[in-house]
């Protein structure tokens, strides 16, 4: 391997992301080494221009900036493990999505290495890296980070530094919290919906608002939780919870699982139970503490 300028990288992983990773930074003239368990996955890679390693250790030898983007904690371990020595002085970047644990656990592998340790969150899909609407959430090293940013701009030019490792993990953690909570309550009131023959290429028209609704009220539980107060003068506890023990009671008669609404039902339900019925939605918080 040749040496390399102050602007190489080194992508390790090509799933979908990792390759569409390595596909922009190749795309904006970086000297890109990659390596992949599957050695076939950097062929693609190599015909734009990248340079495949054999190994780990061979991947990052000499790197400025080695971008991380693997299945799970587990793997991203075992692979910066293999790399080891040959990590020293470089910046590592983590794109795996970690549990604020791991992301300590790999800091203290890659730091112990002698390499400096940025950890966050690819917050896009694979088709929208390099475009205008990427983001990434990030935290660790801010030096490290400073040093890495032009590298990560390529990939993202929305970049978020929030704080230690364990924070951006956290706070990916509550992103994703959502996210698939959405989806999955969409899906599910899509799927309720189909039993009276609402065809799903109609419900969007339909959920959408509520998904709307849903990012207004958001900004105010925020509010709310910030400052511990839950006026339920317009919304109560107790009116709502008969809204979502509807949903509950019509997805059992209609033969589609309940589980869901039931999570939130159960919440509900229990703040009523404890005297909290004239107030409002943010008061969950404390029973989802417990």
Not at 82 to 110: D, F, H, N, Q, Y
Not at 215 to 226: F, I, K, Q, S
Request: glycine residues 12%; without cysteine; proline residues 4%.
């Amino acid at each position: 391997m040749t040496d390399r300028t102050a602007t190489d990288v080194t992508v390790l992983g090509l799933g979908a992301m990792g390759s569409a990773l390595a596909r922009a930074l190749v795309g904006a003239g970086h000297r890109t080494v990659v390596w992949n368990r599957t050695a076939s996955r950097a062929e693609p890679l190599v015909a734009l221009g990248a340079e495949a390693a054999p190994d780990p250790a061979a991947a990052v030898a000499g790197a400025d900036v080695v971008i991380v983007s693997l299945v799970d904690g587990e793997a991203a371990t075992a692979v910066l493990t293999a790399a080891g020595p040959a990590l020293a002085g470089t910046t590592v970047v983590e794109l795996t999505s970690l549990t604020p644990r791991e992301a300590e656990a790999i800091g203290e592998l890659v730091e112990g290495a002698g390499a400096a340790y940025v950890s966050g969150s690819v917050m896009v899909t694979p088709p929208m890296i390099g475009t205008d609407g990427a983001a990434l959430l990030l935290g660790g090293d801010r030096a490290a980070y400073d040093r890495a940013a032009d590298v990560l701009r390529v990939l993202a030019p929305d970049l978020h530094f929030v704080g230690d490792a364990a924070t951006a993990a956290l706070l990916d953690m509550g992103m994703l919290d959502v996210f698939f909570g959405a989806a999955t309550s969409f899906v599910h009131g899509a799927v309720l919906a189909s039993t009276g023959g609402i065809e799903p290429t109609e419900f969007p028209a339909h959920g959408e608002s509520m998904l709307q609704l849903a990012v207004a009220t958001a900004r105010e539980l925020a509010e709310e939780l910030t400052a511990e107060s839950y006026p339920g003068d317009e919304n109560s506890l107790a009116m709502m919870r008969r809204g979502i023990d509807h949903v509950v009671e019509t997805s059992e008669e209609r033969g589609i699982d309940p589980s869901l609404p039931l999570v939130t039902a159960r919440l509900m339900r229990g703040a009523v139970e404890q005297g909290y019925g004239h107030e409002g939605y943010g008061r969950i918080a404390d029973l989802l503490r417990r």
